[in-house]
């Protein structure tokens, strides 16, 4: 398997980036992976059951893992091996323990019973100067010591397999429970220090065994992942919740689709489920957000198809960023932003996120969410983000070709009024026009469905038109007006509210 690492940043932050990217090689238009059909395997790291270890720890700090698989003590199988690593001013211990991570060793966490005379094990290790290893086993009973805690100091080197030994000391009573630990660096840690567990052994005539003596039992810890996104499994992977992101052979064309639940990590009290576009050449490189658009006109709407199931008054997002490179400011101009939110739907449903770039795009950005994450992306959005909201995504595409019209300025020139808003009983729009002018307008919903439509309104010279609709029996809520030419292209679209 080839196990590449993989990183993650909240969608919030996602958001941030977006405006800080660099040039783009040109190629012929793509969405990638827009039917979500090639996936990948991404490896994170190795679990020996029951130990918990400072894996998740060493990922966030370097990006590679700290305590992996070796060649067993007999030649063949699998041992443990832990090393002490250093990023900057950072040090971090190989650190495994059946306990949490955080208790030591000195806290019952797996059944035993029996009084051993002895604990015996194949060592091997190679401490820095001034460095200490340390195994620690503690019996327990009823959740007290029933044992002074065992402890084996390692320095200096032993770099080939050494069988060791040590007594078990005088019991208080007798044990239930008992707790193991193995850490490279008791002392001061040094980087560059490890060492190598296998074979663990409780010797006496009443012993009992726990889990995976041998470390022959090994798990890898990693998540599928469409290729071309980016997406929150890796989070959601380091800290032993589901993946949010996964492929769903309920598809509206082809194998799959792309499924995004909202997922909450207990560990840190927070919920992700996002999957975005974004160019990572390799773990901890920061993504270089946006995907080079090489049309030579813009597009006028981004549409797809969804499943969506939300928890209480959830709701996904459908987002999209165009921009254009500055060579005077050498910053990236922000020629369209749209979000679309998108609400219950028990069938494949088509969505369309009208877009209206004010000039043609040299990098556009998608993103899906299954739960309103960012709360002041337009002032309508719900509060509540709901764990267990399901999103399912498919054959996203780009349609029509927009002439870039700056719509705000064009607003302002025509003079364009969208009155009452909000709107109860009707919706009103004029502006000005010139000669021989023909527009055509469009009420949409959030989902991007047309629930009214006017025939084509033609000018006879330079005047003012107006339009009219009865609202009265629509639903409440947000809406958007599109305004374009005859020919399609669009030149105002406004939000309107509905109560």
């Keep these: ?260 639940e909202t997922t909450e990590i207990e560990d840190i009290e927070d919920t992700v489920g996002f999957a975005v576009l974004a160019v990572q050449d390799s773990f901890l490189d920061e993504p270089a957000f946006g995907i080079p658009y090489t049309e030579a006109s813009s597009p006028s709407q981004l549409s797809g198809y969804y499943k969506y199931t939300p928890v209480s008054t959830d709701t996904a997002l459908v987002y999209a960023l165009f921009t254009k490179w500055n060579t005077t400011t050498n910053q990236p101009d922000t020629v369209e932003e749209a979000i679309l939110p998108l609400t219950a739907a028990g069938s494949y449903t088509e969505f369309t996120l009208p877009l209206a770039p004010t000039d043609v795009p040299d990098t556009f950005f998608i993103a899906l969410a299954s739960s309103n994450f960012s709360d002041d992306l337009t002032e309508t959005l719900g509060e509540d983000v709901f764990p267990g909201s399901v999103l399912l995504v498919d054959d996203l595409t780009f349609d029509g070709a927009a002439t870039s019209i700056d719509r705000d300025q064009w607003a302002l020139e025509r003079n364009l009024q969208v009155f009452p808003n909000p709107a109860s009983d009707f919706v009103r729009v004029e502006w000005d026009v010139q000669p021989s002018e023909s527009f055509r307008l469009r009420l949409i919903n959030l989902v991007g469905q047309e629930v009214v439509a006017s025939q084509s309104i033609q000018s006879a010279g330079n005047q003012t038109l107006s339009h009219q609709w009865p609202v009265e029996q629509l639903p409440g809520g947000t809406y958007y007006l599109v305004m374009t030419l005859e020919d399609g292209t669009p030149v105002a679209l406004e939000k309107v509210i509905i109560r």
């Excluded at 993989?6 to 793509?30: D, G, K, V």
């Excluded at 370097?62 to 699998?78: E, L, M, Q, R, W």
């Excluded at 200096?156 to 630990?181: C, H, K, M, Y």
């Design 1 to 260: 398997m080839d196990k590449t690492f993989y990183t993650i940043w909240s969608f919030l932050l996602i958001c941030s980036f977006l405006l800080i990217t660099t040039s783009f090689s040109h190629a012929q238009q793509t969405i990638p992976n827009a039917g979500f059909e090639t996936w990948e395997d991404l490896f994170l790291y190795e679990q020996f059951p029951p130990y918990n270890t400072t894996n998740v720890l060493a990922l966030a700090l370097t990006g590679a893992p700290n305590v992996t698989s070796a060649t067993g003590c007999d030649g063949t199988g699998t041992a443990m091996r832990l090393e002490t690593i250093v990023q900057g001013t950072d040090t971090l211990p190989g650190l495994a323990t059946t306990s949490s991570l955080f208790g030591f060793g000195f806290e019952p966490s797996l059944p035993f019973s029996g009084e051993p005379d002895s604990v015996a094990m194949c060592l091997r290790w190679n401490m820095m100067p001034g460095d200490t290893a340390g195994v620690i086993v503690t019996f327990f009973t009823g959740g007290l010591p029933a044992s002074n805690p065992i402890f084996l100091g390692l320095g200096g080197q032993q770099e080939t397999w050494n069988r060791l030994a040590f007594g078990t000391g005088l019991f208080l009573s007798t044990p239930d429970s008992i707790s193991v630990l193995f850490s490279t660096s008791i002392t001061v840690a040094q980087s560059g220090s490890w060492m190598e567990v296998d074979d663990i052994e409780f010797i006496g005539s009443n012993s009992d065994t726990i889990p995976n003596q041998d470390f022959e039992q090994v798990n890898d810890v990693d998540f599928d992942e469409p290729e071309g996104w980016f997406t929150n499994n890796f989070f959601t992977a380091l800290f032993g919740a589901n993946p949010s992101v996964s492929r769903s052979m309920d598809s509206f064309s082809g194998n799959f689709a792309i499924q995004i």
